[in-house]
């Protein structure tokens, strides 16, 4: 008997409806460690304001970095100071964010490794619906998520390791409060972990995108090019509809009480 057929059978996991994954391939279990993950969770509970912080960033992408952005968050006619306050703009920001805390929960408390994998995923789905991305991302060329993500690492992990605070609100209470975090991370080690952690943000979202944008262009080319065959199809939908229609409505017939034959006297 083949050694392939004793081997324990590897466990599946369905990764979104795109792509079956096997959980041995989970990025947050190859690349992170367990202590890795925590620390995740831990330097991003460290922030006050995350959505702060993440709000700064993108302010900076999509004025100096990323012009081309501003139209697709709608941010195209509004100063600077007041971008935050788009609803689409700010509600990336906030979604965004809201991401971030979902994902270091999931990775570095409640363990649900699969589940971070699967949203990270869903993620970079559902962002083929952004047709500025459906036409302009290009994993090999330009790449958005790439390019948000790696300023992402550059400006985002600062915070966690203390080196950088937001600017307070003149006469705020923690004005002269220096945040000091607990020492049980190295800057270093924060730094390694998080680049970690966005780089496959990237890559795993940079991937399902391309995956589901050829499956609905091919769904689309399909459609194109057999024009009959969508139209066949419908109209023998429309037939079986139908069918079953009168079906139903035979057997409601046959099952309604026979109205009484009624007897007319002779008139004779
Ligand atoms: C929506 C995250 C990059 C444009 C969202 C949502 C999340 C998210 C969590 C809401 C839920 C969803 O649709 O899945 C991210 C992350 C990115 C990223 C982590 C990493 C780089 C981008 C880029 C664009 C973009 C490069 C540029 C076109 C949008 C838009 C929406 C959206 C327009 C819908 C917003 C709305 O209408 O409320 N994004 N995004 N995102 N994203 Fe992103």
Same mark, same amino acid.
């Given at each position: 008997?083949?050694?392939?057929?004793?081997?324990?059978?590897?466990?599946?996991?369905?990764?979104?409806?795109?792509?079956?994954?096997?959980?041995?391939?989970?990025?947050?279990?190859?690349?992170?460690?367990?202590?890795?993950?925590?620390?995740?969770?831990?330097?991003?509970?460290?922030l006050?304001?995350?959505?702060?912080?993440?709000?700064?960033?993108?302010?900076?992408?999509?004025?100096?970095?990323?012009?081309?952005?501003?139209?697709?968050?709608?941010?195209?006619?509004?100063?600077?100071?007041?971008?935050?306050?788009?609803?689409?703009?700010?509600?990336?920001?906030?979604?965004?964010?809201?991401?971030?805390?979902?994902? *270091?929960?999931?990775?570095?408390?409640t363990?649900?490794?699969?589940?971070?994998?699967?949203?990270?995923?869903?993620?970079?789905?559902?962002?083929?619906?952004?047709?500025?991305?459906?036409?302009?991302?290009?994993?090999?060329?330009?790449?958005?998520?790439?390019?948000?993500?790696?300023?992402?690492?550059?400006?985002?992990?600062?915070?966690?390791?203390?080196?950088?605070?937001?600017?307070?609100?003149?006469?705020?209470?923690?004005?002269q409060?220096?945040?000091?975090?607990?020492?049980?991370?190295?800057?270093?080690?924060?730094?390694?972990?998080?680049?970690?952690?966005?780089?496959?943000?990237?890559a795993?979202? *940079?991937?399902?995108?391309?995956?589901?944008?050829?499956?609905?262009?091919?769904?689309?080319?399909?459609?194109?090019?057999?024009?009959?065959?969508?139209?066949?199809?419908?109209?023998?939908?429309?037939?079986?509809?139908?069918?079953?229609?009168?079906?139903?409505?035979?057997?409601?017939?046959?099952?309604?009480?026979?109205?009484?034959?009624?007897?007319?006297?002779?008139?004779f």
């Amino acid at each position: 008997m083949g050694a392939s057929l004793c081997a324990p059978k590897k466990k599946k996991t369905q990764v979104g409806a795109s792509w079956v994954g096997n959980e041995s391939e989970n990025p947050f279990d190859v690349s992170l460690t367990k202590k890795d993950r925590t620390c995740l969770r831990e330097t991003f509970q460290r922030l006050e304001e995350p959505k702060e912080v993440v709000g700064l960033i993108f302010v900076d992408i999509v004025n100096d970095v990323e012009p081309d952005l501003k139209k697709v968050f709608g941010v195209d006619r509004a100063p600077r100071p007041v971008m935050l306050k788009m609803p689409k703009f700010g509600g990336h920001v906030a979604r965004f964010t809201d991401l971030l805390d979902q994902l *270091t929960s999931m990775l570095g408390y409640t363990e649900n490794l699969t589940g971070a994998w699967q949203l990270v995923r869903k993620t970079g789905r559902s962002h083929v619906r952004q047709g500025f991305l459906e036409l302009n991302q290009n994993q090999l060329e330009k790449n958005y998520f790439e390019v948000v993500l790696n300023v992402f690492i550059d400006r985002f992990i600062p915070y966690l390791t203390g080196e950088q605070q937001l600017p307070k609100a003149a006469g705020s209470e923690n004005d002269q409060k220096k945040v000091r975090f607990a020492n049980n991370y190295q800057p270093q080690q924060i730094q390694d972990i998080w680049k970690k952690f966005f780089t496959i943000l990237a890559a795993q979202m *940079t991937d399902s995108f391309e995956l589901e944008r050829a499956k609905q262009r091919n769904a689309q080319s399909q459609k194109a090019l057999a024009p009959h065959q969508h139209i066949e199809q419908s109209e023998r939908k429309k037939k079986r509809i139908q069918e079953k229609q009168s079906e139903i409505e035979n057997t409601a017939s046959s099952h309604e009480p026979k109205e009484q034959e009624q007897m007319f006297e002779d008139p004779f």
